[in-house]
């Protein structure tokens, strides 16, 4: 049951949540039908260039800003302490992002298919991995972790922001340590479980609950390679409300 403005409202289902509060996709709904061998795709689409472009803009303004100072004669110590954290954030921005560059100059992005989506909460599922290396690497391992994240957008002044919490993480090794030489081609099937007491897929204007699969390549001596995919997660058959 919900309450909307001194209205009780009875809630059967989550199609019948997403009508009432507005809600965005993906929301799954345990009576939609279900696919199978499902070919996931990465969730980070464009977000390396976003993650260097962002880099890029906290240096160069701290750099204009440093100029300005430097042309005004500005003495004021907390201004220049100011300008120094905010290139520093953007240099520590950009190596993230070139790290990643170096990572891709040496692993394929990898493909996941998983048996069946969306998935009910408690469920066993299979994931087919298939990680291919364009450059020569010694591997100390690759490994596939579910996740759950939370996340919570809101505003604090005039800025937003959003808070990421891992709620649940648990990591399957899939490779261990060796030597993969470029051209190689590594492939794998390992079965995984949601939990049966985990919260659904939930996305709202505000908040999320995702379930991802992440794939982490651990490279001797070298960036390491992360990948994310997103899972749909349904909540178990909801037998209506009496």
Avoid at 148 to 161: D, F, K, L, P, Q
Avoid at 225 to 241: C, G, I, T
Wanted: charged letters at 20%.
């Amino acid at each position: 049951m919900s309450d909307t403005g001194g209205k009780v409202v009875v809630v059967s289902s989550p199609d019948a949540m997403q009508r009432l509060y507005g809600l965005q996709g993906p929301f799954p709904s345990p009576h939609a039908p279900r696919e199978t061998q499902v070919a996931l795709k990465p969730a980070s689409g464009c977000g390396l260039a976003v993650l260097l472009a962002v880099g890029l803009a906290f240096v160069m303004a701290g750099i204009g800003w440093s100029v300005m100072l430097l042309m005004d004669k500005g003495e004021f110590w907390f201004v220049w302490i100011f300008v120094a954290v905010f290139e520093l954030v953007g240099l520590v921005i950009v190596g993230v992002g070139v790290a990643q560059l170096l990572a891709r100059r040496k692993v394929e992005p990898p493909e996941l298919v998983v048996s069946v989506q969306p998935l009910y909460l408690g469920e066993t599922f299979t994931v087919r991995l298939r990680q291919p290396f364009k450059g020569d690497c010694q591997l100390n391992g690759v490994a596939l972790k579910l996740i759950c994240r939370e996340e919570a957008t809101y505003r604090r002044g005039t800025n937003t922001h959003t808070d990421r919490h891992e709620v649940f993480t648990e990591s399957y090794p899939v490779f261990g340590a060796q030597h993969a030489p470029a051209g190689t081609v590594l492939e794998s099937e390992i079965s995984l479980q949601i939990p049966e007491d985990a919260m659904h897929t939930f996305v709202a204007l505000r908040n999320k609950i995702l379930w991802l699969l992440e794939v982490h390549v651990d490279i001797a001596s070298w960036p390491d390679y992360r990948e994310e995919f997103q899972l749909q997660v349904a909540p178990r058959r909801m037998e209506s409300a009496t």
